[in-house]
């Protein structure tokens, strides 16, 4: 009897420890899941992807897909220098070959620092003076033949006046109307376009004015009396330097005559007597450069 409740006894005790344990084992189950979970630590779906990658997981899918744009190599342009600016002149590599016509335009500067001022422009006053133009693409575009290099005459490729063809200067009296008012000690003689004179000739009265031609022709009226010379122009091939030459009317040669920009009308002219204050002339050089 005694036996028999004791084994009695060891059963239940038996299948009560083993309820036990697979309650504690049931309850415990889900327990790796858990800590995995603990171990991955929240991020935003939107955090930045640094935070993403730091955390182990990888980058976040853009909301926004798009098509690359094509991004075009926008090229650097250089600007190259203007005709005579800076010493880039190509004149003086010109060579004396006979019977060679040689084209191109005149480049103004200061003398001393050489600084550009200009070019004799294309465009001329009412009274045909030619002017001063920054734009190279403006500037009056002249020709010589390289047999003569000392008194020799400019011819303008486009004249306004067939009959005035030639790049010479001109000067005006309204003191006296005959040549001997074109002394260049007492006047200036300014670029304008002309017929053309002999070599070292005196200078020769500006033809009447015809019905026909144009108004912006320089002519002798009753007020003004106007004298010219074509063959003025002297060029030094070593420094392409352009110098004039003026005849007085007693045939007496000013070799050193100067050229100046009279800055109040934008003209040019040759003189003997250097800049004048009162007018705003200033002393410029002159540079021929091949087109």
Not at 134 to 143: F, I
Not at 223 to 242: C, H, K, P, V
């Amino acid at each position: 009897m005694l036996s028999s409740q004791l084994s009695l006894f060891r059963t239940f005790f038996l299948a009560l420890v083993a309820a036990s344990l697979l309650t504690a084992t049931c309850n415990a189950a889900p327990a790796p899941e858990a800590a995995a979970e603990e171990l991955e630590p929240t991020v935003a779906l939107n955090g930045i992807n640094a935070q993403r990658l730091a955390a182990g997981l990888g980058p976040a899918t853009p909301k926004n897909l798009v098509a690359p744009r094509r991004i075009e190599t926008r090229q650097a342009t250089s600007s190259s220098p203007l005709p005579c600016e800076g010493g880039n002149r190509s004149a003086s590599k010109l060579k004396r070959s006979a019977g060679q016509t040689h084209s191109g335009i005149i480049c103004v500067h200061y003398p001393g620092n050489d600084t550009l001022v200009g070019y004799v422009s294309r465009s001329f006053t009412s009274d045909g003076y030619y002017t001063i133009s920054r734009d190279p693409d403006m500037a009056l575009e002249v020709s010589f033949k390289s047999d003569h290099w000392r008194h020799f005459d400019f011819r303008i490729s486009t004249p306004q006046d067939d009959e005035l063809p030639f790049l010479g200067a001109i000067t005006s009296s309204t003191s006296s109307h005959n040549v001997t008012a074109s002394d260049l000690g007492s006047h200036r003689a300014r670029l304008g376009f002309t017929s053309r004179t002999p070599i070292m000739a005196p200078p020769a009265p500006m033809p009447q004015q015809s019905s026909s031609s144009s108004e912006q022709t320089p002519v002798t009226d009753s007020i003004t009396f106007r004298a010219y010379e074509s063959a003025i122009w002297n060029f030094d091939f070593s420094t392409a330097q352009l110098k004039p030459t003026w005849v007085n009317p007693d045939g007496r040669a000013v070799e050193d005559a100067m050229t100046v920009h009279e800055r109040g009308q934008g003209t040019f002219a040759i003189t003997a007597d250097g800049a004048n204050a009162e007018d705003e002339a200033v002393a410029v050089n002159f540079y021929f450069e091949p087109s």
